[in-house]
């Protein structure tokens, strides 16, 4: 029996753990690393805090993969209209944009802290990024992923247990308008809209996927993630917080303990590893949805993804303070959730769509609490500025 149930976790396996890995993007690893940065082990509860949201999120978007066999993109346009259908269209290419803004500008940090400028990064980093979106199957990228999306993350683990603790209070609050504004920035690195996408795409592509499989792999990759977050934030915690928004390189400063001299360059290795894991996996996710919402052919796809990339590729090159951009991103993530996180929670609770794994009682109301945790702090942080 155990065997029997090994098995069948292992055949489902995939979609959930890689898109909780990719969530440790670059983007994430340079607010968590401010964050620690800026507040020691201060925020660490939050991160943890965030893990039920994250888990209650991701599981109605896989749940939705299981339940119809299809991606996002194709639940819509296959039961509603076709206004609706280009309607929701239009929030999921403002994920796309806003998502590959945000992994460019990690590329553009990471080279740039090695002597290399976004000047010359970005157009390589473009046609990279191209290559392997265009090249790859999905089985080929789930291996690569699998196998890069830990460097920066067991890297900055060395250097914490090299380094060891340091002494810090556990818990901080403020009332400061910063604080608000790093806490909603932990937010948006941590519940991201592509996710919503592909897990739900991923999942509808394995076959015999069960339900508790699934919950189990999502809890796990959740909980892998912020405990990511945690690592990397306690191992830049004590970093000097007047040069972490204006200098990059001092945020890898916390490799040093393990890394010395050559810090900078395993820092860019893994930001850009990191940010090519994320960039992969929204190409699979929002393009596709996008392609299939409007009901165009999927070769369409590439046409949408290469227009897509590039102002992301160019933002980089102009941008004065591409730090300070990655925590605007982040942000902003929080308000384009708004549109994919209650368009995904209506699927998951429509019986006619989802049948007998709709949500109800329990699921149905953790998720809306949990939907309405995450979206809450990007309007605290507009009243704070306001």
């Not at 393990?258 to 699979?284: D, E, K, M």
Request: aromatic residues 12%; positive net charge; proline residues 5%.
């Amino acid at each position: 029996m155990a065997t029997g149930r090994l098995r069948e976790f292992l055949e489902g396996f995939g979609p959930a753990w890689i898109v909780m890995i990719a969530d440790v993007d670059a983007p994430s690893v340079l607010t968590a690393a401010a964050v620690g940065a800026t507040y020691s082990y201060g925020l660490i509860w939050f991160f943890l805090l965030l893990i039920p949201p994250l888990f209650i999120i991701q599981e109605a978007s896989g749940r939705i993969g299981i339940a119809t066999g299809k991606g996002l993109g194709t639940v819509i346009r296959e039961n509603y209209s076709k206004r609706v259908a280009a309607i929701a269209g239009v929030p999921m290419a403002v994920v796309d944009i806003v998502s590959y803004v945000a992994e460019f500008t990690g590329i553009a940090i990471g080279l740039d802290v090695v002597g290399i400028p976004p000047m010359v990064s970005m157009p390589i980093a473009y046609v990279a990024n191209l290559g392997i979106v265009m090249k790859r199957g999905m089985a080929s990228i789930e291996r690569i992923l699998l196998g890069v999306s830990a460097v920066l993350i067991v890297s900055y683990a060395g250097s914490l247990i090299a380094r060891g603790l340091i002494k810090s209070q556990t818990f901080y609050f403020s009332g400061s308008p910063h604080y608000f504004f790093l806490l909603a920035a932990s937010v948006g690195a941590v519940v991201m809209p592509f996710m919503l996408f592909y897990q739900a795409s991923a999942t509808a592509k394995k076959s015999r996927v069960r339900l508790w499989a699934m919950r189990t792999e999502t809890l796990v990759g959740a909980t892998a993630s912020e405990i990511g977050m945690v690592v990397i934030a306690m191992a830049t915690a004590g970093l000097s917080s007047s040069l972490q928004i204006s200098d990059p390189r001092a945020l890898a400063a916390g490799l040093s303990s393990i890394a010395g001299s050559y810090a900078p360059y395993l820092f860019a290795i893994g930001l850009v590893a990191a940010a090519f894991t994320a960039l992969v996996v929204i190409s699979l996710a929002s393009s596709w949805a996008i392609v299939d919402a409007f009901g165009w052919q999927r070769k369409g796809f590439y046409w949408v993804y290469a227009l897509e990339t590039l102002p992301a590729a160019i933002v980089p090159i102009f941008y004065p303070d591409p730090l300070g951009l990655v925590l605007n991103l982040m942000v902003v993530f929080v308000f384009v959730l708004i549109g994919p996180g209650v368009l995904l929670g209506l699927l998951a609770q429509d019986r006619r769509i989802m049948g007998p794994l709709a949500s109800r009682g329990k699921w149905r109301a953790a998720y809306w609490i949990c939907l309405a945790f995450v979206l809450s702090f990007g309007f605290v942080v507009l009243a704070a500025v306001l």
